[in-house]
C-alpha cells in the first residue's frame, strides 16, 4: 500500500476556492467582498509558505460536523459511525481538527469558540496524535480556512446549486460571522 500513487485531494480546498469565489462575487455586499478578497489573499499566502507545507497530511473527512456523526449507548455516549464522505480526500491533519472545533466548540451564533469544549476535543485528540509546534502556531489560520470553505459552500449551494435533488442549502451567513470571528479573534489551542 506504501507505493499505491493515487491521491484524491481536499475537493473543497484552495483550488477549488479560487475557481469558485469570482462566480459568488455578484452575490455579496461590500463588506462581504472586503472579507472574501482579505481572506483569499491570507490564504493563498498561507498556501505557499514552508510552514504549512510541513504541515502532517493524511486521508480527512473534511466535513466532519456533528450531523455526520452516530453516537450509541444510553446516553449517546459512544462513538458509533462516521457518515458522509462526500468530501473526503487528502489535505492537512489540521484543518480537519478545524472543521470540528468550528462546528462542535462553538459557544453562541457569533461563533465564539467555547473554551471548555475545545480543550476537551483538543485534549483527547492529543492522546492519540499531538499537534506539532508548528500545528499550534497554524491553528487560528487553519480555523479561518475551515470558516472559508463553508462559507464558500453554503454560497455556491444556495447561488450556484448542483443538480441534487435532496440538498438543502444552509444560511451561508453562519460561516460569515465565523470568519469574521476568527480573524478578528485569533484562538490557540492551550494543550
Same mark, same amino acid.
Given at each position: 500500500a506504501a507505493d499505491f500513487?493515487?491521491?484524491?485531494?481536499?475537493?473543497?480546498?484552495?483550488a477549488w476556492w479560487q475557481t469558485v469565489a469570482p462566480q459568488l462575487r455578484a452575490f455579496l455586499?461590500?463588506?462581504?467582498?472586503?472579507?472574501?478578497?482579505?481572506?483569499?489573499?491570507?490564504?493563498?499566502?498561507?498556501a505557499a509558505s514552508a510552514a504549512y507545507a510541513g504541515l502532517p497530511r493524511a486521508a480527512v473527512h473534511a466535513d466532519l460536523f456533528r450531523d455526520n456523526?452516530?453516537?450509541d449507548g444510553d446516553a449517546g455516549?459512544? =462513538? #458509533?459511525?462516521?457518515? *458522509?464522505?462526500?468530501?473526503?480526500g487528502?489535505?492537512? @491533519? &489540521?484543518?480537519?481538527?478545524?472543521?470540528?472545533?468550528?462546528?462542535?466548540?462553538?459557544?453562541?451564533?457569533?461563533?465564539?469558540?467555547?473554551?471548555?469544549?475545545?480543550?476537551?476535543?483538543?485534549g483527547a485528540y492529543g492522546e492519540q496524535r499531538a499537534l506539532t509546534a508548528a500545528e499550534h502556531r497554524l491553528f487560528p489560520a487553519l480555523l479561518r480556512a475551515a470558516a472559508l470553505r463553508f462559507? =464558500? #459552500?453554503?454560497?455556491? *449551494?444556495?447561488?450556484?446549486?448542483?443538480?441534487?435533488? @435532496? &440538498?438543502?442549502?444552509?444560511?451561508?451567513?453562519?460561516?460569515?460571522?465565523l470568519l469574521r470571528e476568527r480573524a478578528a479573534q485569533p484562538w490557540h489551542p492551550r494543550c
Open positions: 500513487a493515487l491521491v484524491q485531494p481536499n475537493l473543497r480546498g484552495l455586499d461590500d463588506a462581504a467582498l472586503q472579507l472574501l478578497d482579505d481572506e483569499m489573499v491570507f490564504q493563498q499566502q498561507l456523526v452516530l453516537f455516549e459512544h =462513538l #458509533s459511525g462516521c457518515i *458522509d464522505f462526500y468530501f473526503a487528502v489535505d492537512t @491533519l &489540521l484543518f480537519d481538527l478545524a472543521v470540528c472545533v468550528n462546528d462542535w466548540c462553538i459557544a453562541d451564533d457569533a461563533g465564539r469558540i467555547d473554551e471548555a469544549r475545545a480543550s476537551a476535543l483538543l462559507w =464558500l #459552500s453554503r454560497l455556491a *449551494d444556495r447561488h450556484l446549486p448542483r443538480a441534487a435533488a @435532496l &440538498l438543502q442549502p444552509k444560511d451561508p451567513r453562519h460561516f460569515e460571522r
